[in-house]
């Protein structure tokens, strides 16, 4: 059979047959969603960064001070997106 199955955050959010067009949707919690892959991303970022470090100290003493100052616009564009998910998904709440 031919369907689209879209994923939000790996979990089905909608299938669409793409012969008849007929759709089904699954309500998914994406605050929740959104909140859960930001506290998996807090809590593995030490981590990564000491991964990071151990891997390649130079790059990342090179890089860091860039990173560090262009993270608000990294942040901002990430909000802008989940604000597109919120309106995707039709969900009238404030972020």
Same mark, same amino acid.
């Not at 991964?51 to 860039?66: K, N, Q, T």
């Given at each position: 059979?031919?369907?689209?199955?879209? /994923?939000?955050?790996?979990?089905?959010?909608?299938?669409?047959?793409?012969?008849?067009?007929?759709?089904? &949707?699954?309500?998914?919690?994406?605050?929740?969603?959104?909140? &859960? &892959?930001?506290?998996?991303?807090?809590?593995?970022?030490?981590?990564?960064?000491?991964?990071?470090?151990?891997?390649?100290?130079?790059?990342?003493?090179?890089?860091?001070?860039?990173?560090?100052?262009?993270?608000?616009?990294?942040? @901002?564009?990430?909000?802008?997106?989940?604000?597109?998910? @919120?309106?995707? /998904?039709?969900?009238?709440?404030?972020i």
């Amino acid at each position: 059979m031919d369907h689209t199955i879209c /994923y939000l955050n790996n979990k089905i959010s909608q299938i669409t047959c793409n012969v008849c067009g007929k759709s089904l &949707e699954i309500k998914i919690d994406i605050t929740r969603e959104i909140f &859960e &892959e930001w506290v998996e991303r807090l809590k593995s970022k030490p981590l990564r960064m000491n991964e990071e470090i151990r891997g390649h100290m130079i790059e990342f003493l090179l890089s860091f001070p860039f990173r560090v100052t262009s993270k608000p616009y990294r942040i @901002y564009k990430e909000m802008k997106e989940v604000k597109g998910y @919120y309106q995707k /998904y039709k969900i009238k709440k404030k972020i």
